[in-house]
């Protein structure tokens, strides 16, 4: 289990990889701006697909979003797909 502050960095870095960093941002402003109610919200999103849909959804974009971050850390740390310095 994270913290709330991981939480939050993590919940604001997905926005930002998914939307880009403007997008994150309005998003945010509009849920902080407008009346919520996120049960209400989320019933409504995927109204025909089953529980067990929208986890196995859930947990393929973890897994592609999980690729992606150690992707980006080799890129990032010059090491190559083996783990080898280049």
Do not use: C
């Amino acid at each position: 289990m994270v913290t709330d502050p991981e939480l939050k960095v993590k919940g604001l870095q997905v926005l930002t990889d998914v939307l880009g960093a403007v997008q994150a941002e309005k998003f945010v402003s509009l849920i902080l701006r407008e009346p919520f109610d996120y049960t209400k919200w989320q019933r409504g999103l995927w109204p025909r697909e089953t529980v067990g849909q929208i986890s196995s959804n859930a947990m393929r974009h973890r897994r592609l979003a999980k690729g992606q971050n150690i992707k980006a850390l080799r890129r990032t740390s010059g090491r190559n797909s083996r783990g080898q310095q280049h």
